[in-house]
């Protein structure tokens, strides 16, 4: 079986045979399977003759199921990882033996250890006694509020100040305004 590698910036695009290792510009070294290489051709689910690059797997998937929709009815999604399609009685197979599953549960173990690092404490705060009582503290004999009536002692005491003005009587400003302060 052939492996297309597609081109880069640094270098052209190369078919090697499944003996003949992928060669890097002038390196003799094979390189390692690694599985977050998005150059990294993977077999469609639904076409067994569809070969796509691992970065435009998810994409593909989707358009193949609109394609297929009896195939996709029969394949199942694994919980852990979105682009393992299987038939539906694999599934709980798959799922024991995921490779996905068991960096999903180291990470939920490192988590529990992180929560427990960081726990907030529970809160030791009480409501202080008071003792206050509103009732007891209302003023009763206080006068009863009037919308637009002051009570204000001061204002009600105050002179109307004088003005001095030479307008005529009929340019004047009125002495009083028409709502009481």
């Known amino acids: 079986m052939s492996t297309l590698r597609y081109g880069t910036s640094l ?3 190369t078919v090697s045979s499944a003996g003949d290792p992928l060669r890097n510009g002038d390196e003799d070294t094979v390189k390692p399977d690694d599985p977050s290489d998005p150059n990294k051709l993977l077999q469609c689910p639904y076409d067994k003759n569809h070969q796509i690059r691992a970065c435009r797997f998810p994409y593909h998937l989707l358009k193949c199921r609109k394609n297929h929709p009896k ?3 029969e ?3 694994c919980p852990f990882n979105a682009k393992h399609l299987m038939p539906k009685h694999e599934l709980s ?3 024991e033996n995921c490779e996905d599953r068991r960096s999903v549960t180291i990470e939920a173990e490192a988590n529990t250890e992180i929560q427990r ?4 404490p529970v809160s030791t705060w009480t409501n202080p006694v008071t003792e206050e009582d509103w009732d007891k503290e209302a003023d009763d004999h206080a006068a009863t509020f009037v919308w637009g009536v002051s009570t204000n002692q001061l204002i009600q005491n105050k002179p109307e100040p004088r003005t001095t003005n030479n307008l005529t009587p009929g340019l004047r400003a009125p002495r009083t305004l028409p709502w009481k302060l």
């Open 11 to 13: 270098g052209p695009a």
């Open 71 to 73: 195939l996709a009815s």
């Open 75 to 77: 394949l199942k999604t």
């Open 93 to 95: 197979h798959h799922i």
């Open 117 to 120: 690092k960081f726990q907030v």
